[in-house]
Structures are given as C-alpha cells and as structure tokens.
C-alpha cells in the first residue's frame, strides 16, 4: 500500500503543499498569499470529502488504515507511522477541513500585517489538528498533540491583542504541562504492552494500570477541553487571540481534548473508565452550571461566548461518560455543534470588533436596526447555541441529557439522575446568558452614536456565515447523516465498555 | 388525504420564506396577504383532514415523513398524527390564526418592519403545528420551544420601546426564560417516560402505562408533576404565570393568537394528550386541578386592579387558563377542550377589539398633533404612522382605560363586538362562554370531595372576579364622557379589522352549541368527538349549577354597573380605590408576585453571578491562584535555582517549562525584526524532513 498517497496522508499534509506555495509568494501580494491560503484549504476540504466517499459507515473499525514503520529501536519500540479513522474521528476531521477555510477566509481584512507568516501558521495548524485526529500509533499522535500548539502559540502571540504574549505563553505552558503525563504514560504503554499501536492495544491495558493511566491522559486532555476547574487559561487565550484563531481554538483545539477522552481515555482504559465516570461527571456538572453563571455578567462580548464554551463542553464531557450510545453519540455531535455554533459565534464578535474596535457590551445596544442581516443571522447562531429545538444544538444536548440520565442503568440510577437534572438547569441558564447578550448587543434603541452608520453586513462576511448556517439548521432538522456515520463505531466502544462493566462486578 | 398533512406545515413555511426574500420588496400589505394566505391554505388542510377522519370511522393515524433522531433505543421520527383531539386544534390555530393575520394587515398598515412581522406570524403558525400534530413528545417539544421562539419575537417586535427602549425587549426575555423553567420540567418528564416505555411516541407511551400503570404509578406521579410544571410555564399558571402580562408588549394581534387562543393553551393540550399517564396519578390530577383553581382566581382578582385595557385582559386569559388547567386536572377533558375552543374565540375577540380601541386612540391623538393643538406645538403635519411612540406626548397612555371614556360614540361595530366578548367571557347565557364555564363549575360540583369543594369555590369566585372586571372595563371605555382630547378624536378602525373581529364575534355567539347540554338536541357534540381519541366521563348538565354561576354572573355586572356606570368616572382615581383601600392598591400591585421573584431569585441570581464571575473567577482563581502562585511561585523558585545550581541543568529546566517564556520572546522579538525569511526556511527545512522521511519509509 502506498503510504505517501493513500488519502489520509493526502488529506493531513496536503496543506504543507500550501505552505510551500507560500514561500515562493512574496509579502507585498497579499491577495495572492490569501487566496493561496483559501485555495489550499479548500483543497483539502474536497480531499476530506474524498475520505468521507471511501469510507464504509457499516464497518465499526478502523477504515483507509495506512502503517509503516516509523521509528523501531530493538523489540521494545515499535512507533509506527499508523493512521486510520472510525466514524467519530471522520466527522472531526471533517469539521477541522470545513472550520480551517472559513476562518481563514474570514481574516481577510482583518490580517494585514504578516499575512505570509499568518497563512503558513494557519495552515501548519490543520495539519497538526487532522493529524491528532487520524493517528493511531500513540507516539505519532503525541507529536502532532503537540505540534498542533505551535502554530496556535505564534497565532495568539503575533496577531493576537494587547496582552498577548502573556495568553500566548499560559496557552502554550499550560497544555505542555498537562501533555508530560500523557508522553509518560504513552511511553509506559508502549514498552510495557509492547505496542505504541491504538488497534492493537485495545482491551490488552491490565486493568490494575488502567487506573493511573487514565489519571495521566485525563491530565492533558482535562486542561485542552477544559473541565472545570481547569479552565484559567481560555478566557486569556480567546480574548487576545485574532477571530480566526479563537473560531479554531474553540472550534477544533478544544475538541483535542474531548476526543482524547472518547479514543483513549473510553477506549483503552474501559474499566478505569467505569470507576472515574461519576467523577468526572460531577466535573462536568459543576462546568455546565459554573460556566454559565460566570458567563452572564461578562462585560466583554468575547469573554462571555469563551465561558459558555466552558459550559457547553461540560455537556460533552457529561455525554462521554454517560458511557451509552445517546450519551456518546450526542457527545460527538455536540462536538461539531460547539465548533459551529461557537465558531459562528466568535466570527460575529470579529465582526463588530472590525467595525468598532471594542467588545465591550456596554458600548452596543439597538444594533438590530442598523445591522438588520447581521442582527438576524447573529439570532439563529445564538438560538444555536442555547439549543432550541430545530437547530444543531437541541440534538446533541438532548440525546446527551436523555442518556446520562439512563447511565446508571435501565431507569437510571439515583446518581445519573442528578446529574442530569442539574446539568438541565444548564439549559435555563444558556437562555439566560445568551438572550442577554443578544439584548445587550441588538435590542432597545441605538444610544451610542459610533453604532449609528455602521454598515452591515457585506457579501464575503456572509459568505463566511452562511455555510455554517446551512450545517446548523441541516443537523437541527435531520441529524440522520451524521449519526449514521458514527452509530457503528459508537456502537463498538459501548459494549466494549459494557464488557467492562460485567468485568468489574 | 391523510397524506396532505405535511402541507398544513408546508404552507406556513412557504410563506414564511417568500417574505424573508421578498418581504420587503412586496412590501405593505401584500407580504400580509401572502402569509393570511398561507395561514388559510393551512386552515383548509385542517378541513380536509377533519372529513378524512369523518369519513374513515375517526381512527387515528399516522402518517411518517421522516427519521429524525435514532440512537440505540431511542428512534423518534418526524411524523403527524391525525386524530380527533389534534385536528381540533389544527382547526382552531389555523382558522382564528387566518382571522387574526387578516386584522393584522390594517393594524401593521405603516409599520417600518411590516413583512417581518408576517414572517413571524407564519413561523409561529408552523410552529404551533408541530405543536399540535407530532405523533411524539420530542415533536411536541419542538413546536412548544418553537411558539416560545415566536413569543419572544413577537413580544420584542418593536425591540427598542418600552421602558428605557428595553422593555419590550426585557418582556420578551423573561417570557422565554420562565417558560424554559417550565421545559426543564417538560424535558424532565420526557427523560423519565423514554427510560420507562423505551420510547417517546404518544401510541407506545400510552400503551405502555396502560399495560403497567398501577405498577408504575409512582412513576406516573413523577412525570405528571413535572409536565405540570412544563405547562404551568407554557399556560401561565402559578408559579410562573408572571411573563404573560408583561408579553402584552407585543403588537396587539399577537396578544389574541399567541397570548391569548393558541400558544398559551399548550399546556392544556398536552395535559390533555397525556391522559392515559395522568389517570394513574391521581395525586398529580389534584395538584393540577387546584392548581388551575388558584390561579383562576389569582390571576382574576388581580385583573379587577388594573387601569391598562390590555392587561386587564392578559390577567382574565391567565384566569381563564385556569379554568381549563382545573378541568384538565379534574379528568373532565372535554370541559376542558370546549373551554379552550370558545376562550379562543372571545378572547381574540376581546384583545383585537381592544387593539381596535387602542389603534382608534392613537389615530385620536395623531389626529390631535396633525392639527397642531396638542402635544405642545409639535405641529407636524406628515403623516405619522400608528403605533409610532409617542413623540408629541410622552405622558399620554393611549392603552390606559381612565384615559378612555364613551367610546361607543366614536367606534360602534368595536363597541358591539366588545360587549359580545364581554358577556361570553363574564358567562352569561346564552353566549359560548356560559356553556364551557357551567361545564367546568358542574365538574367541580360533582367530584363531592374537599378538594373539590375547594375547586368549586375558587372557580365561583374567579367566575364572579370575571364578570365585574369585564363590566369595568366596558363602562370605563365605552360609557360615560371622554376623559381626555384623544379619546373625542377617536374613530373606528378599517374594515379588514372589523370583519375579522365580526366573525369572532359570531363564533362567541354560537360557539356553545359545541358542546351543548345532552338535554338539547345535538348536544355533546363535542364529546363524541374527542371522546374518540380521548377517554370521556360525560358530565350532566346541572340546572343547579347553572343557576347559581348565572346568578354570580348578573350579580357581579350589576355591581360594575353600580361602581362604574352609575356614575361615570371623571377623574383618574378609580372608585374602589375608596371603598376597597389598601386591598386595592394590593391587586393594582399585582400581589407583589414580580417583587418576590426580583428578591428571591433575580437579585440573588445576579449577586451570585456577579460574585462567581469577578471575584471567584477572575480575582481569585485566575488572578491569585494561577497568575501569583502557580505563575509567580515558579518564576521565583526558577530564580532561586539558577543563583544555586549549575546554569546548564537550568537551562536544560527552562527548555521544557518556564524559560520557553525568555526563548519564545526571543524567537517573537527576531520575527519582529522582519526576517521572516529566516523562519520560513526553517520551516522549509522541518518539512522537507518529514517529506523525506516518507520517501524512506517507502
């Protein structure tokens, strides 16, 4: 099989081809560096939707596999280059190649300066992302864990606002520490399993080590998600970081975390899994409710849309560890929902930034009549978010509240009650922040004079929005497609952990 | 036929989207036509199915369009379900929500956002279908979160009125978030039927408690308690019943279709629609039912407090919700249903044709300014549209009764139709709501047990409550002399308000004969009927019962007409201010229920957010905790190190944690110099490298 074409490999590095495009472009011509750019990832968006052609939504395994070895020291290391996708990670790899175009098509005025190096970045950045989606040799899955950080290091930190060589840095040292654990723990499976290989590492982690592993992967991954209390760093890391980095960072990078969790921390580690469930639902809880509180009386529009991520990743860590197929399934579709509608949201706060050179709430109000397209498209995209029914984020909050609260078994234990019916109130409170925040912004009448020949919306904003609007109301109406692709392999993993559960009794 | 029913939704929709793109061009009024159109070709859908079942022996069905959310177990799809109990309300959302948009037409006429307004309307028409016609909670759910959606923005249409520019805005949010208070009980419910029955359509739930319902009673009790929360939210009732008057912000027809026919009967709906659940939950029917006899009366005694023409009316609807919620409670759902029908009808008519007395106002008053006497010398003479805020004066409350005064002089078709709807609600025979009311009032009668006796008494009063704030009001309005310049330049409205308000106000005239007594012929009509999808106890008409409320009735007309016709008003002060004192100001104040909820849970909400938000999270957490003790701590334990301990094994430290802050500046600080040539090739060199290892590894 030839590794360097097969359609994974093409679809992680295609965007090097990109960047090495660029290098030949010189700084002046900036169209010409952008629409490389965009072209570029466009590319890879059709050659992500060649992968999605090929791959067989029936078969719960590993599918489009590609191995080669890659690094081999003596019998005990054996890193190969190894990747392969199930339906989980397709559908992440398919929202990382359809978010990298929009936000890079959405810099285009805002990125003036250094728009070479901003390109290179952003594209290196994808490449990092898809390949921690893709990777089933662990090693090679640390190395673009963490090459995935360079790039989003130098975006915050050069393009970023006023402090952000401060939210650049505390992005950067904080997921770094929380990935040590990780490098031991990969290193430790992979000398004492015998394997760095995901497939065939599975269900052979004696469940005596499980427990500390778990501890070790759920450290790195916790902090990129991030569960409460981990949480310092994205308030920092979204206000200073450029619009299209926060639309990534909370988009896809934050996904890192919640896969991580769904492929090792479910995957390798079921019965670890089982024990630590009702504790990191309690987290999870406490991070619907406290993200949502905290997000309310945010005076800076971008604070406020970086807390709900708080809150709204809280669901998908509760849908995880529910450890059923609606919990799980839920889970990964509330995965693409966060990035769709908080990447829409984060454009929208770009927007007006671009416009007015401030976030703060106070400044805006009665926007409505002077934005009227942008005011009804910013309406669905919050709605989204709060999760009414008909739109993208009502599906995956539903099936995730519906199976945590069955998680404890048939009628659902007096635990997995709870959680589910704290974690609801969740659902109060998101109307609570985003209908405000709506008021704050569009309603009531236009008493700042800087908001009162602001001009709406022009075409190349809308086309960064409407794809998204397409996606939000198309899983809203008819998530069918997207349940399809992963039901097998979600499948596969939940009686896996069944198995486990039997195993622990 | 059958088959047709996606269109009753389809219809709507398409009108929706004709105004969204051409709307504006089309402009005033044919975006309203366009979307009165589609409501109507909705409301024909309704017939037809109304004849299929007619025609098919009233057997259910279910007619499949598509999956919509299928995990493991879990398989709801989006389909319709088509029987007696849906298609009534299909019939009524569609044909009074076709009246109401054609009232709208001339009451938007002029309306800078007119084409919107319809989109709205048409959205919340489809929505209030998914409502009624889902064959499954889930799509119940989604049409009752959608008329949510419709409410907020109808309540917020004109987002940049009210109290401060926000108070419509801020009417709106607080009817959305209380009714999510209320779907959080409804999704609870849901989350308890679906781990119980496995499923979330009506004909498997049902079936379910039907074959293990004394076992699970329990359950039923939980599930039932939780919907009642869910429909206290949706049909006002105590304890969230506080955002409907506040919703009277909206436009006036949005007042009669969603605040008054249609969405706010919902909770009914599904009350009634889970029936199977609620007979093994008998402890939950008598919460329900005491609860809608509280709030009947509540919510009327409230209504006897108030000056403004709309609110008057959004208290008597919460009143009349209650009614409807106590039968529902009391298993008397045909009493129910036959109380939602005709409500419908008078009190749309009541709040179009108080819109109609507020539109005549606001032309009196404009009128006023267009001649350049009043509102002190603003003497414009363009045209100002209705509704526009009240430039020339501030002050003036065209909505406020005691500003009103002989208006029948001025509108009389209004004035005619008012005093129909007004003696339908009060129940006076032989008008719809007599009908409907006696049937509840016997239901309470007949139950012979305290709670209700209990029930019986609270509805007694409200019933008394309703006809005197309703003889109240007609007096203040309509009789007397005008008390203010407007009120003298008022006129009636256009024709395409008044024929709608006449349709209704036939409808209120005969919408009893519904449901008439079983001694008459045809009676009952109603209950053979619903009794096909639902399980029906008949109740026999009681002369004793009927009796006595027409009794309460008259008596409390004739005692409006004491306090209010006798002698008529003249100043602003109102006469039961002196007889009725502090009690009075405590019903003007509304029971002081908003000033609870800002003390107890607003004010707190915010002090807690605000305390999580700056000092927990920011101050401490991320200021303290993270930047001083974890980020200074190491900073100062890196320096004490490198002044003891060899500089290489530091640096080697630094390398992996906190001396990347020096190194990352540095390699910034050599970016920022502008040899950006210098990186790129060390980018190059990176990438060649991992190219060339994939030729090796080929």
């Known amino acids: 099989m030839n590794v360097l074409f097969a359609t994974l490999t093409l679809v992680t590095f295609f965007p090097v081809l990109g960047v090495l495009a660029l290098l030949f472009v010189p700084e002046e011509q900036k169209d010409t560096l952008r629409w490389t750019a965009v072209v570029t990832s466009v590319i890879t968006f059709i050659l992500s939707l060649v992968m999605l052609a090929q791959f067989n939504p029936a078969d719960p395994g590993m599918q489009l596999v590609i191995r080669a070895p890659w690094i081999n020291i003596g019998s005990t290391w054996n890193i190969d280059f190894h990747m392969g996708i199930d339906g989980a990670s397709l559908l992440l790899v398919l929202l990382t190649t359809f978010l990298t175009p929009i936000a890079i098509f959405s810099s285009w005025t805002a990125i003036g300066e250094r728009v070479k190096e901003y390109m290179i970045f952003f594209l290196l950045l994808e490449v990092g992302m898809v390949g921690v989606f893709v990777s089933l040799d662990l090693f090679l899955f640390y190395v673009f864990w963490e090459f995935s950080l360079v790039p989003m290091y130098f975006l915050i930190g050069i393009w970023g606002g006023q402090n952000r060589m401060y939210a650049a840095i505390k992005f950067f040292l904080y997921t770094m520490a929380g990935s040590i654990l990780m490098l031991l723990a990969i290193l430790w499976l992979g000398t004492n399993v015998g394997t760095f290989s995901y497939t065939d590492m599975l269900g052979k982690v004696p469940a005596a080590a499980q427990g500390l592993l778990f501890v070790a992967f759920a450290a790195a991954f916790a902090i990129k998600v991030p569960v409460w209390p981990l949480h310092s760093w994205l308030p920092d890391a979204h206000v200073e970081a450029p619009t299209a980095g926060s639309v990534i960072l909370a988009g896809v990078l934050l996904k890192l975390g919640t896969y991580g969790f769904l492929r090792f921390n479910l995957g390798l580690f079921p019965e670890a899994a089982r024990q630590y469930a009702p504790a990191i639902a309690v987290l999870a809880v406490i991070g619907i409710i406290y993200g949502a509180i905290v997000s309310y009386p945010q005076k800076d529009v971008k604070k406020l849309v970086a807390y709900s991520s708080v809150s709204h990743l809280g669901f998908v860590m509760l849908g995880l560890f529910a450890l059923n197929a609606q919990g799980i399934q839920g889970a990964v579709l509330q995965m693409i929902n966060h990035g769709l509608s908080t990447g829409a949201l984060f454009l929208i706060v770009g927007m007006i930034y671009e416009r007015r050179h401030t976030r703060e709430l106070a400044q805006f109000g009665g926007l409505w009549k002077v934005m009227p397209l942008y005011g009804t498209l910013t309406l669905i995209v919050t709605l989204s978010s709060m999760g009414l029914p008909g739109l993208n984020g009502f599906v995956g909050e539903f099936a995730i509240l519906l199976g945590a609260w069955g998680a404890g078994g048939a009628g659902g234990s007096y635990g997995s009650v709870l959680y589910a019916a704290f974690a609801s109130l969740g659902v109060i409170l998101a109307a609570v922040y985003m209908l405000w925040m709506f008021q704050r912004m569009f309603l009531g009448k236009v008493e700042n004079s800087a908001n009162e020949g602001l001009k709406d919306l022009n075409w190349r904003e809308v086309t960064v929005l409407v794809p998204l609007l397409i996606v939000i109301f198309w899983i809203g109406l008819y998530p069918a497609p997207f349940f399809h692709l992963m039901a097998p392999s979600v499948g596969k993993l939940v009686s896996a952990l069944q198995t486990a559960a039997v195993a622990l009794r | ?698």
């Open chain 2, 1 to 698: 036929m059958f088959t047709l029913i996606p269109l009753i939704i389809a219809f709507p929709l398409l009108g929706l989207l004709i105004n969204v793109v051409a709307g504006k061009r089309i402009g005033d009024p044919w975006a309203g036509i366009i979307a009165s159109l589609a409501a109507g070709a909705a409301f024909v859908i309704a017939v037809l199915q109304l004849v299929g079942l007619a025609t098919t022996g009233f057997e259910p069905q279910v007619v499949k369009l598509a999956d919509w959310i299928v995990i493991g177990q879990l398989s709801v799809p989006w389909a319709f379900q088509i029987d007696t109990l849906s298609v009534t309300m299909m019939l009524l959302v569609t044909g009074v929500g076709a009246l109401i948009h054609v009232y709208a037409i001339g009451y938007m006429k002029g309306d800078e956002r007119f084409h919107r307004f319809f989109v709205y309307l048409n959205l919340f028409i489809a929505s209030m279908l998914v409502l009624v016609s889902g064959d499954n909670y889930l799509m119940l759910f989604v049409g009752w979160e959608g008329v949510g959606l419709c409410s907020y923005l109808l309540i917020g249409f004109w987002f940049d009125r009210g109290e401060g520019g926000v108070g419509n805005a801020r009417a709106g949010r607080k009817a959305f978030v209380v009714n999510r208070v209320g779907d959080f009980g409804f999704v609870l419910a849901m989350f308890l039927i679906f781990w119980a029955a496995k499923s979330l359509t009506f004909t498997d739930v049902f079936k379910f408690f039907e074959e293990h319902g004394a076992a699970v009673a329990p359950l039923a009790t939980a599930i039932t308690l939780f919907m009642m929360l869910g429909a206290a939210g949706k049909s006002a009732q105590i304890p969230l019943f506080i955002w409907l008057p506040d919703a009277m912000a909206g436009p006036t027809p949005v007042s009669a279709l969603i605040h008054a026919a249609t969405m706010v009967t919902a909770g009914i709906y599904m009350i009634v629609r889970s029936n199977v659940i609620f007979s093994f939950a008998p402890a939950s029917q008598m919460t329900v039912a005491l609860i809608g006899a509280a709030t009947a009366f509540v919510a009327g005694s409230i209504a006897l407090g108030q000056f403004d023409i709309k609110r008057v009316l959004a208290y008597s609807t919460i009143s009349q919700l209650g009614f409807m919620i106590a039968a529902a409670g009391m298993g008397a759902y045909v009493a129910a249903m036959f109380h939602l029908l005709t409500h419908a009808f008078f009190k749309a008519l009541l709040f179009l044709s108080s819109g109609s007395v507020i539109h005549g106002m606001e032309h009196g008053r404009h009128a006023l300014a267009a001649e350049g006497h009043g509102g002190g010398g603003h003497g414009s003479h363009t045209p100002i549209p209705p509704h526009a805020p009240a430039h020339d004066a501030p002050t003036f409350d065209a909505q406020d009764m005691r500003n009103m005064g002989n208006l029948r002089k001025h509108m009389p078709t209004t004035f005619w139709v008012y005093v129909i709807g007004s003696l339908a609600l009060a129940g006076v025979v032989p008008f719809a709501g007599f009908w409907s009311k006696d049937e509840i009032l016997t239901s309470a009668w007949t139950m012979g047990t305290w709670n209700g006796w209990v029930v019986f008494g609270l509805l007694l009063v409200a019933a008394f409550f309703t006809a005197f704030y309703m003889g109240r009001q007609v007096f203040m309005v309509f009789f007397g002399s005008e008390r203010t310049e407007p009120a003298k330049h008022a006129h009636e409205s256009p024709k395409v308000m008044l024929y709608p308000l006449i349709a209704l106000a036939v409808l209120s005239v005969v919408g009893g004969a519904l449901n008439l007594p079983t001694f008459i012929p045809g009676g009952e009509a109603l209950g053979r009927w619903i009794e096909h999808t639902v399980e029906v106890h008949p109740i026999e008409f009681d002369g004793g019962v009927a009796l006595i409320s027409t009794v309460v009735a008259l008596f409390a007309i004739g005692l409006s007409y004491l306090v209010y016709g006798r002698r008529p008003m003249t100043t602003m002060a109102d006469p039961l201010e002196k007889s009725l004192g502090g009690l009075f100001t405590f019903l003007h104040g509304k029971w002081y229920v908003d000033e609870l909820y800002q003390a107890v849970i607003l004010r707190p909400f915010e002090d807690l957010s605000r305390f999580a938000a700056y000092a927990l999270d920011w101050d401490l957490w991320h200021n303290v905790v993270h930047d001083t003790v974890i980020g200074g701590g190491f900073r100062r334990l890196a320096g004490f190190t490198a002044g003891f301990v060899d500089k290489g094994i530091v640096d080697r430290f630094f390398d992996g944690l906190g001396g990347f802050v020096r190194q990352a500046a540095s390699y910034l600080r050599r970016l920022q110099t502008g040899y950006v040539r210098n990186y790129a090739l060390a980018v190059l060199v990176g990438v060649l490298a991992i190219l060339s290892l994939f030729f090796f590894l080929k």
